[in-house]
């Protein structure tokens, strides 16, 4: 019985990062589209649309890897993904390219969400 609460408890951290990133991601998509039409924007909208589509699409398939090693790297590779997409977040904010009041709560998700893998991989390469 204590078996199976720590696996429905496992089960539900994996949900919580699993839909946790995809709505990351979705808005990041959100902060792609407002920024304005010029090369720079336009530029830091693909990185920033990629790296953080790429959190989620990582953390995915790491639900479906065979071994612990594979789940590790997986994950880190989501979590180089989430410093990537912190980064050009805070170049959105640093150049004013959209009010800073409009990316304080994505800017402090991307945070937790570096801080979260960060435990995750940490944990999972400790216990291969």
Known sequence: ?????????????RRDIL??????????????????????????????????????????EAQATTTKGDFAYRLSVGL??????????RRIVNNALLK?????DIVQESEELVAILTTIVKNARESE
């Not at 078996?3 to 539900?12: R, V």
């Open 1 to 13: 019985m204590g078996d199976s609460n720590a696996n429905e408890h496992g089960g539900q951290r």
């Open 19 to 60: 839909e946790r990133s995809a709505a990351f991601c979705d808005r990041c998509l959100q902060v792609a589209l407002c920024l304005q039409g010029n090369g720079v924007c336009w530029e830091i909208s693909r990185q920033l649309t990629q790296s953080s589509g790429s959190i989620g699409a990582n953390v995915e």
């Open 80 to 89: 180089r993904e989430a410093r990537e997409t912190r980064f050009w977040l």
């Open 100 to 104: 800073p009041e409009r990316l304080t």
